[in-house]
């Protein structure tokens, strides 16, 4: 029997693609103007950039030590130092919110609209134009040998349709595979990140609900070694280090610091070694003390180096009737839960897809795309070359998105949205106003309680009297069921 078009294959291969083809990469967060004028860089770790305030010009360091004495002391901050921490505020929590976007289908003609900025269409451009080109000059020979006779020939150009038929089916599984792989490890790597941020709010509580035992230097230290991690983790599973202009500029001042972290670039004939050099003034370098800072830079390992001196700092805090072994060993784990995040993204950036399936994949996509219009120009004529650029799309657009998410730390994830929340949800009391309003639960001096008692019943505006009386009636029916019982 002979079979036709690959119509049913074809259309159930694109269907596929669509399927799994999901937006493109998160896009960026929006980098808004403080009051001042001023912009914060565009660098990736280069999250605040000078050591001076926004506003008054005054260095973070005296700012962070001004929050710290009047939290201590129970006064009030100054009208500069309270609009410094209100425009340092707002930039954090500029950061912190999110920016998802996510889209329905009635945002359809919006994406069209935008489609020539697709970052997977600009990412796969080559493949895409080489196929259409190709399919369009196959499709135009074939036409011009029906045209001028040569029949014979034009149908030995015809593959038929059931080659690609039986193809269509095992390229697709090629690409649901590759395509699924990657998105665990997306899928892996946010998690992983999920409870990075709900280990250092942990922390964060523990030390303010035991601030007493604990100290309220110890506190700040610990603070401030949490609010540095997720930094340093950013920094060493994608490196970002000053370029040489930037270093040329800061080489002369105190500020430059060379991290112990060579890498090694091969060039033709040799291998050379490049530096890495940060900006103290940058974050999270401007979080600890020089003594501090250099033991750190001197680490290959840096957020472990953080991991291990908060499990000192945790081993330090002395035993009282309310701060036993308990307590320490729930901090000591939660530091065990910081280091094994450091693992799991490790793994995740260090571990690819088998390089022979990424390639066997690559192969058969690029083969059968390439034969696709022999099978299809004797139905489809001159439009053989447009279908078969959108089916390339479509197929290497798929194959590209698994590359993209297969490492979620190289853009899929906004590592910078995710850090800058966890310093907003940590530094409370420190020197981030934000952060503040979260410790205000700790803190109940302008608190009665005689204020409950003030609240009134416990059904809202939003409880009806025909619901207020059919949950009276379920509980009366709950205390008999329970009197019965006993």
């Not at 039986?166 to 946010?190: D, M, P, W």
């Not at 099978?375 to 053989?384: E, N, S």
Request: a positive charge; charged letters at 20%.
């Amino acid at each position: 029997m002979k079979i036709t078009m690959p119509s049913n294959n074809l259309a159930l291969l694109c269907i596929t693609a669509l399927s799994i083809s999901s937006s493109n990469a998160f896009a960026p967060s929006s980098f808004l103007q403080s009051s001042s004028g001023r912009i914060p860089s565009s660098s990736s770790l280069s999250y605040l950039t000078n050591d001076e305030d926004i506003l008054t010009g005054r260095p973070i360091d005296q700012l962070s030590s001004s929050m710290y004495s009047i939290n201590a002391s129970g006064g009030s901050l100054s009208n500069s130092d309270s609009n410094a921490l209100s425009a340092l505020d707002a930039e954090m929590d500029t950061f912190a919110s999110p920016n998802d976007k996510r889209y329905s289908a009635s945002d359809w003609l919006h994406n069209i609209r935008n489609f020539h900025n697709s970052s997977i269409l600009n990412q796969i451009r080559q493949p895409v134009g080489v196929i259409t080109l190709w399919s369009t000059l196959v499709s135009v020979i074939y036409k011009v040998c029906m045209n001028r006779g040569c029949e014979v020939w034009a149908k030995k150009m015809c593959l038929g349709s059931t080659p690609h038929s039986f193809i269509a089916s095992t390229i697709g599984l090629l690409l649901v595979f590759r395509t699924n792989s990657a998105y665990q490890k997306f899928r892996e790597g946010r998690k992983t990140w999920e409870k990075l941020l709900n280990t250092a709010r942990d922390i964060t509580r523990m030390t303010s609900v035991y601030e007493r035992e604990v100290t309220p230097r110890r506190k700040q230290r610990i603070q401030r070694l949490l609010a540095a991690f997720p930094y340093l983790l950013h920094h060493h599973i994608q490196p970002r280090c000053l370029d040489h202009t930037q270093c040329e500029a800061l080489m002369n001042t105190p500020h430059a610091l060379l991290l112990n972290e060579p890498r090694s670039e091969r060039k033709q004939s040799h291998t050379q070694t490049r530096e890495c050099w940060v900006d103290k003034r940058s974050l999270p370098w401007c979080l600890l003390p020089d003594s501090v800072l250099h033991k750190c830079a001197q680490s290959h390992n840096r957020p472990l180096w953080v991991a291990d001196r908060l499990s000192l700092e945790f081993a330090e805090i002395r035993y009282t009737d309310n701060f036993t072994s308990r307590e320490r060993l729930d901090l000591l784990k939660s530091a065990s839960k910081l280091s094994e995040c450091i693992g799991n993204c490790e793994r995740i950036h260090q571990t690819a897809v088998p390089l022979n399936y990424a390639r066997h994949a690559l192969r058969s996509l690029t083969l059968w795309s390439f034969t696709l219009p022999f099978g299809l120009m004797d139905k489809l004529g001159l439009l053989t070359g447009p279908v078969v650029g959108m089916v390339a799309w479509l197929m290497f657009g798929v194959y590209q998105i698994g590359h993209t998410i297969e490492d979620p730390f190289q853009g899929s994830l906004r590592l910078t949205d995710m850090c800058n929340g966890i310093y907003r949800d940590v530094m409370y009391g420190d020197r981030n106003q934000a952060g503040m309003r979260r410790e205000s639960a700790f803190r109940k001096s302008d608190e009665r309680d005689e204020d409950w008692d003030s609240v009134g019943g416990a059904f809202g505006l939003g409880w009806t009297v025909k619901a207020k009386e059919e949950m009276e009636i379920y509980n009366e029916q709950l205390v008999l069921v329970s009197q019965i019982e006993s």
